[in-house]
Nanobody, 124 residues
């Protein structure tokens, strides 16, 4: 069992930056693949980026490529999402998710555990 708690969301102007954190509790965090997703009002949950359990494999949704960076610190049981050059269309609740092992997955159904989400609002 893994419990996930996101933090770091907030209100930022377009062009600004935020760093989201997802702290995990429970056993064997280093053996879990992690992912970030987001959901805007009235829209389906959208894939943002995954990271493999080793941290060596990542990829990004086209909408965030070149602006967002996912990383993990297994010693701190934490995964991060650095978000730069934020745009109003990035406004959403951001969720982290976890599943045992694997390289990285883009579908919500492939993850077993979810955090409660953190709100990111980007003003124009």
């Amino acid at each position: 069992q893994v419990q996930l708690v996101e933090s770091g969301g907030g209100l930022v102007q377009a062009g600004g930056s935020l760093r989201l954190s997802c702290a995990a509790s429970g056993r064997a965090f280093s053996s879990y693949a992690m992912g970030w997703f987001r959901q805007a009002p009235g829209k389906q949950r959208e894939f943002v980026a995954p990271i493999s359990w080793t941290g060596g494999y990542t990829y990004y949704a086209d909408s965030v490529k070149g602006r967002f960076t996912i990383s993990r610190d297994n010693a701190k049981n934490t995964v991060y999402l650095q978000m730069n050059n934020l745009k109003p269309e990035d406004t959403a609740v951001y969720y982290c998710a976890a599943r045992p092992y694997g390289l990285g997955y883009s579908r919500p159904a492939e993850y077993d555990y979810w955090g409660q989400g953190t709100q990111v609002t980007v003003s124009s």
